[in-house]
């Protein structure tokens, strides 16, 4: 198991190196930079502009300045903010945390409404179960989470005023748990209805994958209860491609889902990913763009642990 944890991380490191790379390349490629961000803001000198120039780095070429970041960034330095001149690492740890209450109170809420719709869609096809698996599927794929999120502010929180549309905490409840699940609410819920469809989906078609079986067949001859058959036997060799559905979503929730927070004005890494590219902050850029690297190749990682845990014909040498 050290070895094949070793093989993997050995793996990760060029996949990470790509990543960063890339994001590096792209952010500065983009049209502007800090210093036209910071000339947008008032009058600056010749001699300010060339020095502030100097001071990011922004005279050398692009590739001296991606390997002068890395280095920095394998001695702890995630460098500092053009936007607030804050360390990088003080601007994005505080974002951490909202970030993964809304992320896994959306994927735990998600998984306990799919997976059993979509158990009943597969054991009992044709049957409104069925009928409610296609309808998530279909609107999780269909419907924009803008649009989606623009009309649960309109209806909840401007028409019936029953559920605030923006932030974390009211002004004056910080850290109050009651606001904090009243907050959470909406934007929860834009996130469910993105990932619910998926889930559905990937739940029914493996449970329709298995659900013929021979040793299925052979439980149900022995006289086993349904229900004991169906989860013992038929979804537990189902969950693979479950927690395969499950690994692609980590992406989409490291990042916090980036439109869903700028929504609601949700205080986590999306929100201040889009921030950070409007003002062409490119260290925080690149701090953000770490972690979501990070949270994926260790998710992915995870995920081939519980393959081998789920599935023993699967060796991990």
Known sequence: MAKYILKRIM???????IITAVVFFLSNMAPGSPLDMIKAGGELTKEAEEA???????????????????????????????????PVWNLVSERIVPTLILSLSSLAVSLLIAIPIGVMAAVKP???????????????????????????VYVFAVKLGVLPAMGMYSGNKNNDLGDLIRHLVLPCFVMVIQILGNFVKQTRGSMLDVLNEEYVKTARSKGL???????????????????A??????????????????????????????????QRDYNTIMGI???????????????DLVYAYLDPRIRLD
């Open 126 to 152: 044709y049957s409104i179960w069925d009928n409610i698996s296609s309808f998530l599927s279909f609107i999780g794929a269909a419907a924009p989470n803008f649009f989606i999120a623009l009309i649960l």
């Open 11 to 17: 793996q990760a490191i060029p996949a990470f190196l």
């Open 225 to 243: 209860a349904e229900g004991t058959v169906t989860v013992k036997h038929i979804l537990r060799n189902a969950w693979i491609p479950i927690v």
């Open 245 to 278: 559905s499950i690994g692609m979503t980590v992406p989409l929730l490291a990042g916090g889902a980036t439109v869903t927070e700028q929504v609601f004005g949700w205080p986590g890494m999306g929100s201040l990913l889009i921030l950070s590219i409007s």
């Open 52 to 86: 502030l120039r100097v001071q990011y780095g922004l005279d050398k070429p692009v590739a001296f300045r991606y390997f002068t970041w890395l280095l920095a960034i394998l001695q702890g330095d995630f460098g500092i903010s053009t936007r607030t001149q804050q």
């Open 289 to 303: 763009t770490i972690l979501i690297a990070a949270a994926v190749l260790i998710a992915n990682l995870l995920i």
